[in-house]
């Protein structure tokens, strides 16, 4: 099915520890995005990629970085993992334009400990 | 920077009645695009509803429609014959040009 894919769904990490996060789209989409999701904060966008070759700051990225390693996928780096980055990730992407809307992949509940 | 406020972080409703779920936003631009978006227990994001600024007529899906108040700044979401599966967080979302600006959120839960 098309969509966004995100690698993996859930995780637990120490303090200190790294990872990336993986996210696909398969629906040839220019612009995309990584946000993360807090009870009572609605989402939040920690950086986005408006065209393979760009990124760019949201609004949360202190403590991430990102690559977009391709048109299909755009990755998000934690390189040393703090307990305030316990959340819940999600990747989107769009074709750029907002009348053809955003789609999300399914998230990742990441935990660190 | 554009902003989302959603003043009701809950909401209860019986089922087969109706429900509005209130959301403003600020901007200086002329066009734009808002989105309502519907997220279950499953965490999924589902889009429920988009409208564009420059249209009068507000936008409509099946039991989903928004009263548009482009003035106000006004952006709310009525649910019509509310089921048991309309149980979820609700998001109003504004598309800055670049990116998504999210609501806080609305927790709406659906009573027999």
């Known amino acids: 099915n098309a969509g966004v894919t995100q690698t993996p769904k859930f995780q637990v990490l120490k303090t200190g520890q790294s990872m990336t996060l993986q996210c696909a789209q398969d629906?040839?989409?220019?612009?995309m995005y990584w946000y993360r999701q807090d009870p009572g904060m609605g989402l939040r966008l920690i950086y986005y990629?408006?065209?393979?070759?760009?990124?760019d700051k949201g609004e949360v990225p202190n403590g991430y970085n990102v690559s977009r390693l391709n048109k299909r996928e755009f990755s998000l780096r934690l390189e040393s993992a703090a307990p305030s980055q316990t959340s819940v990730y999600f990747c989107?992407?769009?074709?750029?334009?907002?009348?053809?809307?955003?789609?999300f992949g399914s998230g990742t509940r990441l935990t660190v400990v | 920077a554009q902003t989302v406020t959603q003043s009701q972080p809950e909401m209860s409703v019986q089922e087969a009645e109706t429900v509005t779920l209130s959301c403003t936003y600020d901007?200086?631009?002329?066009?734009?695009?808002l989105f309502w978006y519907k997220q279950p227990p499953s965490r999924q994001m589902i889009l429920v509803i988009r409208?564009?600024?420059?249209?009068?007529q507000n936008a409509t899906e099946n039991r989903f429609s928004v009263n548009f108040q482009k003035a106000a700044k006004s952006f709310s979401l009525k649910i019509s014959d509310s089921q048991l599966g309309d149980t979820a967080m609700y998001f109003c979302?504004?598309?800055?040009?670049?990116?998504?600006?999210f609501g806080k959120g609305t927790s709406l839960l659906v009573t027999p």
């Open positions: 989107a992407s769009s074709a750029g334009q907002a009348i053809y809307g955003y789609t």
């Open positions: 629906m040839n989409h220019n612009s």
């Open positions: 979302a504004f598309d800055s040009g670049y990116a998504l600006n």
């Open positions: 990629s408006a065209s393979e070759g760009t990124t």
């Open positions: 901007t200086s631009e002329n066009n734009y695009y």
């Open positions: 409208q564009e600024a420059y249209k009068q």
